[in-house]
Structures are given as C-alpha cells and as structure tokens.
C-alpha cells in the first residue's frame, strides 16, 4: 500500500551543521509530497511541499527535492539552529479529493549550541 | 495561510465521562476534516474521515461508538470521546482541507492533550 518511510531518529546536531532527514515514499500515481513540523505540544506546521516531480521545496532554510526516479523527498538544511529542534514528519497525499495525509513516522532533530 | 483552531487544547476528565473536541476552520469552508491520534514519540494515526453533511469514515480498528465525529457544517467538525478510560488519553489533532487545494496543503489544529483519570 502507499506510504512514507523516513530515517529513525533522535538526530543530534551541533549549531550550524548540515542536516539531511531521509524520506521515501511508496504510491500509486504521482502524489504531491510534504514536510511538516511539530513543536513540543503544538500541532503540525507545513513546512514545505512539492506537488510533482523535479519540484523543490524551500523555506526558512529548508529545502527538498521531489524526485521520482528514486521516490525520494529528502529534507536538507544547511546550517541548523537551535530553534530548529523538533519532531519532522514526511508525508504524501494521493491525488485523489478527500484522502488524508499519510505520514512517515516522524524524525526527532536535536540540536545544541 | 488559512487557520484551523481546535479547542481545547487540554483537557482532563474522569474515567467514564464523555469529552468533545472541536475544530473549526476559520477562514476557508473545509469540506473535508480528518482526526488523526498520536501517541508519545510516534507518528499521526488516521482514526477518521468527515465530510461535511455525512457519516465519518473510521479507519481500521477505530471504535466508532467510542469515538463519535460529526461534521455538521463546512468549518466544524467535532470528535466526542465516550466513556473515556485511562487508556484513550493521547493528543489529538485535527486536519482540515477545502475542494481548492485538496492536494496542496492541508491545515492542522493545534492539538489537544486528553488526559483520563
């Protein structure tokens, strides 16, 4: 069936290191793909997406590339921050009206200064 | 970007009693909404599906008398535990997506923390 597969965490980071969370997907049809953020006790935040092949993403820093031929959406930033720890989740939806999100199972990034 | 409010954000009840939660969207009719449950350190788990004006879909080995959800109007859908046990204490969140861009972005709650005791 479809789904997200993303690299286990807790990922631990000093400031101002690269960081790179892997994300790959399985579905049928060409889906649109998404990062979403989680904040301690807080709801998701989009963080990016891209909605068909060779798209990339970006935001605060953040970006990924949505590639097919490896179905993969791997979420790069070059220099993290503190601020940046929290839980990233990968996530797909088909491209069918009314399907819901479906979700990687989330990568804890910590990072100290 | 468009706002989902879900209320309350914390919540503690007593085993045995009933609790709601909504989530309204706030500024976009959303015809579809989603509840998703999430448990400590691990992923979003889809309990169910709701569009406006019709019966919930629940997800595999969701109890629907347990966990009621009505989606009465375009910007509110609410989740009512019933007869609440230790054991349904999670947060919660909720989605909600309108027809435009029903494959670009969907909107969350923030969340509600249900603790039973």
């Known amino acids: 069936g479809d789904s997200v597969t993303q690299m286990e965490g807790p990922v631990t980071l000093s400031e101002e290191a690269f960081l790179t969370i892997n994300c790959t997907y399985t579905a049928t049809g060409y889906p649109s793909l998404f990062w979403y953020v989680q904040y301690p006790g807080e709801g998701l935040q989009l963080l990016l997406k891209a909605t068909k092949a060779d798209d990339k993403g970006s935001n605060k820093g953040f970006e990924a590339t949505y590639r097919k031929e490896t179905t993969s959406f791997h979420l790069e930033k070059g220099s993290v921050q503190v601020s940046d720890s929290a839980v990233y989740f990968c996530?797909?939806?088909?491209?069918?009206?009314?399907?819901?999100?479906?979700f990687g199972k989330g990568t804890t990034l910590s990072v100290s200064s | 970007g468009a706002v989902v409010s879900q209320h309350p954000s914390r919540v503690i009840c007593k085993s045995g009693t009933s609790v709601k939660i909504e989530c309204r969207s706030l500024?976009?009719?959303?015809?579809?909404m989603f509840w998703y449950r999430q448990f400590p350190k691990q992923s979003l788990m889809l309990m169910a599906t709701s569009n406006e004006g019709s019966k919930a879909t629940y997800e595999q080995g969701v109890e629907k008398d347990k966990f009621l959800i009505n989606h009465a109007s375009l910007t509110l859908s609410t989740l009512t535990v019933t007869s609440a046990h230790p054991e349904d204490s999670s947060f919660y969140i909720c989605s909600a997506i309108g027809a435009e861009n029903w494959n670009t972005e969907a909107f969350f709650g923030q969340g509600t923390r249900l603790t039973v005791v």
């Open positions: 500024d976009f009719q959303a015809t579809t």
């Open positions: 996530a797909l939806i088909l491209n069918q009206a009314g399907t819901a999100l479906i």
